[in-house]
């Protein structure tokens, strides 16, 4: 007969439920989490809601108007172009998130594969990809994203790449550490003792384990990654006009700051509330997925 | 022909201090359906010799510098990784002494206990399923589907044993090397893994290799014993001659020193002086420093076993000369 509190009827809370269940009581995690969600939902559909409920796209020009401080037609001001600054907030956070996302994406990939190559194979390659590594971090990103633009021009993609280029390096650190402190433990001796082979342990076994780093830490590299955008941008490498991405509003307005303020309270606002949402988001999660405090 | 003979296995560790030799000619015998127990204190060697068998060992640091182990026909240490893999988990199985660490955190008992089935042989996943369920029943595990869907963090210690024990038998191997597997649990789930892993050998009439430095336990469970102090063999018997006829000082030591409940108030035996290091060169038996009978001969010639009665070997000089008192 089982004791009575092993709950035998009821079906087994998986690690995912469970995290799930703890991210949930936290509040500013959910806050995050929310207002992540409605931001990128509002600007994924900046097309429909420009064209049906503004009125303005992002790129239409009234020379004459020139900028105007938030009124009923446009809600939140024009810009010096007079064109509405609404349509371009959205269109630009559309921009800086598929930067943020992308840019994470790139740099999980590169740096999740690296890391757990170097810290699985150990001995001589990892040393021979850390020192790789090491020497990356050595060059200036700044430097190093100018001369990107010299020799190739300037467009979004190369945006991604040089961004992705800089980030994937300390994901792959991280992921490392952690690939040679799980490769110590016995059940993965335990899966060589089982005749597998080594790809299958390394991606089958130690890699789960290490999901809840990985998520946490792509949650913090995806607003450092906008904010790397908005700094380009900033200084006229990033985003080309009539195109926008907060940054380049930021940047915008910051040269208009005592005129129409408007002009750079509103994208800074939507990129500082981003920023927050997503670090609130990546705490809560790291709490959450974090399964030594809270069980065995 | 035994299903598992090594000959003459050495191997050593490359550390920082020199080379540390763990494994110095060790030679024995496994037939197929046999328990052999492997005894000795910590440092003795009796794990690493498994490891090596296993190809479990640490690389770069760790060298096998000589010997066979030859399991049906083939050398296991002269295998390369890819045909060893066809051994492991397959025809040799291992398991570990630990089990609240030899398991995956993150995925459930269903799925590593499938793991092996679905690599070595050709079954769906179904199938596989079936099998594991019914191993899970068959290893005393109450209301195996549900707890298949667990997560091995929801069992306790002598639970996930069980479940090391059935993934490691799923494949029905031939050889079941057991690295000390009831050293973490406590006295009563012991006597209840040890009681399961003798109807297991029963059921499917795998030989066992149980490593062990608890004497009560290798007494009751294998056939024969084999004892190991400095990475070399000292003696190996059957498990009623070693125990009832020991032929070598440093078993009758071991045996002094184990703690017996009937006899009170009087202080336990222990071996004067401490393991010899395994960095320095040691000539002669390991043991002699430490040893009541030893004489001067012992520091120089080389311990080697030789049969002393039937079936009966001892690595001890003197005992291999005359009668001592033991």
């Given amino acids: ?296 | 022909m035994p299903l598992l003979t090594v000959n003459h296995l050495r191997m050593s560790f490359q550390t920082r201090a020199g080379t540390a030799r763990a494994v110095q000619d060790v030679s024995f015998q496994i037939e197929r359906g046999e328990t052999l127990g492997l005894v000795g204190e910590s440092g003795s060697g009796k794990s690493v010799t498994c490891y090596s068998i296993m190809g479990l060992l640490p690389r770069p640091q760790a060298r096998i510098e000589g010997g066979q182990a030859i399991f049906d026909g083939a050398d296991l240490l002269a295998l390369p990784p890819r045909e060893l893999n066809r051994y492991r988990g397959r025809r040799i199985s291992m398991i570990f002494q630990d089990p609240m660490t030899s398991l995956n955190p993150y995925s459930r008992i269903e799925t590593q206990l499938m793991e092996p089935l679905l690599i070595h042989e050709k079954i769906t996943r179904a199938a596989a399923r079936r099998r594991a369920l019914d191993m899970l029943s068959a290893v005393g595990l109450p209301d195996p589907s549900a707890r298949a869907r667990m997560y091995p963090h929801e069992f306790s210690g002598g639970m996930r044993q069980r479940v090391m024990i059935a993934m490691a038998l799923i494949t029905k191997p031939d050889l079941l090397i057991a690295d000390e597997p009831t050293t973490a649990l406590d006295v009563t789930v012991q006597a209840q893994i040890l009681e399961l892993m003798k109807r297991m050998r029963q059921e499917l009439g795998m030989a066992i290799l149980l490593i062990s430095h608890d004497l009560g336990v290798v007494s009751g469970f294998c056939d024969r014993v084999m004892v190991m102090y400095a990475g070399r063999v000292m003696e190996s018997a059957r498990t009623a001659d070693l125990f009832y006829n020991t032929r070598h000082p440093y078993t009758r030591a071991l045996q002094k020193s184990t703690p017996a409940l009937q006899v009170k108030g009087r202080e336990l035996y222990t071996i004067a002086g401490a393991p010899p290091d395994l960095l320095q060169p040691l000539p002669g038996c390991p043991f002699a420093p430490r040893c009541e009978f030893a004489i001067e001969a012992c520091a120089r010639a080389e311990a080697i076993p030789v049969e002393v009665a039937p079936g009966h070997d001892s690595a001890c000089l003197r005992v291999q000369k005359e009668n001592l008192p033991l």
Avoid at chain 1, 57 to 68: C, I, K
Avoid at chain 1, 262 to 270: E, F, G, N
């Fill in chain 1, 1 to 296: 007969m089982p004791p009575p509190d092993l709950h035998l009827d009821e079906k087994s809370a998986s690690f995912w439920q469970d995290a799930w269940h703890r991210l949930r009581k936290n509040r500013l995690a959910m806050f995050g989490l929310v207002v992540v969600a409605v931001l990128a939902l509002l600007c994924g559909l900046a097309g429909p809601i420009c064209g049906h409920i503004i009125g303005f796209s992002y790129e239409q020009q009234n020379l004459a108007l020139g900028p105007v401080g938030p009124n009923h037609v446009h809600w939140l001001g024009t810009d010096r172009m007079g064109r509405d600054m609404l349509a371009r907030l959205l269109y630009g956070g559309r921009i800086s998130l598929m930067v943020g996302l992308l840019a994470t994406v790139v740099s999980l990939f590169i740096g999740v594969t690296y890391g757990a190559v170097s810290g699985f194979a150990g001995g001589n390659v990892d040393m021979v990809l850390m020192r790789c590594v090491d020497i990356l971090y050595a060059l200036p990103f700044t430097i190093f994203v100018i001369l990107l633009m010299v020799f190739f021009g300037q467009n979004i993609i190369l945006l991604f790449v040089a961004i992705g280029a800089v980030q994937w390096l300390t994901m792959a650190r991280i992921v490392r550490g952690q690939v040679m402190a799980i490769k110590q433990q016995e059940f993965v001796e335990a899966a060589r003792a089982l005749g597998l082979r080594r790809r299958r342990i390394l991606f089958r076994h130690i890699l789960p384990n290490l999901l809840g780093p990985i998520i946490v830490y792509a949650t913090l590299t995806v607003p450092e990654v906008m904010l790397l955008e908005a700094f380009l941008s900033f200084l006229g490498l990033g985003v080309q006009p009539p195109h926008s991405s907060w940054g380049v509003l930021i940047k915008e307005g910051a040269e208009m700051m005592e005129e129409s303020p408007w002009m750079l309270i509103y994208p800074a606002a939507a990129m500082a509330l981003t920023l927050f949402s997503l670090n609130f988001l990546g705490d809560g999660l790291r709490d959450a997925l974090d399964t030594r405090g809270s069980k065995e």
